[in-house]
């Protein structure tokens, strides 16, 4: 009895008290806003990836925290992975979302970026048994395997030019077959420093992938982004497939008057 109430005030004097905290979020707040600071405003060259984590840092603990739909294009990939699929996540960036959210759905992941730092990041911070990050030009190189259940393309369809993102998506449609699910997002309007394309609204994006998929389901979300929250995001999800079926495995149902 003695040895429990000895490691409770132990417990309760390490791990517990408003101070304490206080102290360990002020800390992670300056380490994030210096780190935005260096990569995004004083750097030369901002860089090719976003660290994910600062994200949901300031969800959790920022006095202002910045809108829960920048999660959304993660999530609304996750829906679709059902347990056993192998995942291809095409321009992975920092691996965040491939590790929190497709990892514990799918049987193998292979989650691929052109940009070295990257998959670099992703491996140090994001690794998991279940994922190889792979340094790979999704335009100029073959996939890692011939079929996946689901491939992601999730906030990089803007970083290729029209040309490359034809022969991405002939890649994309011959590996997913008949039965196989297309998902992803892209901001819509002239966002992107470093954009190759830009689309102008959702039909602009349905009529890019109606060539390659018989069934496109896509929808348009506005939220604000920036730490001031000064502009105006719009968002296109995407859900492209062979067969109607596979736009619901997630556990949507169709209805018919």
Known sequence: MWKRKIQNTLVRVGGRG???EQFLIKLLNYHFRAKQRLEWELSSEPPHF???RSTVYSLAFDSSPPSSHTLDRAAAARDVIVDGDK??????????????????????????????SAIDHAQRF??????????????????????????????????????DTAVVMKKVSLA?????????????GLEGHD???????????????????????TRTVSYPIGRRRGFLRQEVFWRCANER?????????????
Do not use: M
């Open 87 to 116: 995942v291809l996540d095409i321009g992975c960036g920092d691996g965040f979302f491939t590790r929190r959210f497709y990892c514990d759905r799918a049987s193998q992941i292979d989650a691929i970026d052109v940009e070295e």
């Open 126 to 163: 994001h690794a998991d048994p279940k994922i190889v990050y792979r340094k790979l030009d999704a335009v100029a190189e073959a996939f890692p395997q011939s079929q996946y259940g689901v491939v992601v393309w999730n906030g990089a369809l803007g970083h290729f030019s029209t040309d």
């Open 245 to 257: 079926e596979s736009l619901t495995r997630d556990g949507w149902h169709w209805a018919a008057q």
């Open 50 to 52: 976003y660290d994910q």
């Open 195 to 217: 954009h190759l394309q830009f689309f102008p609204d959702e039909a602009a994006v349905q009529g890019l992938f109606l060539p390659y998929f018989q069934y496109v389901a």
């Open 18 to 20: 408003a101070r304490r």
């Open 176 to 188: 997913l077959g008949s039965r196989g699910v297309f998902v992803g997002s892209e901001s819509l």
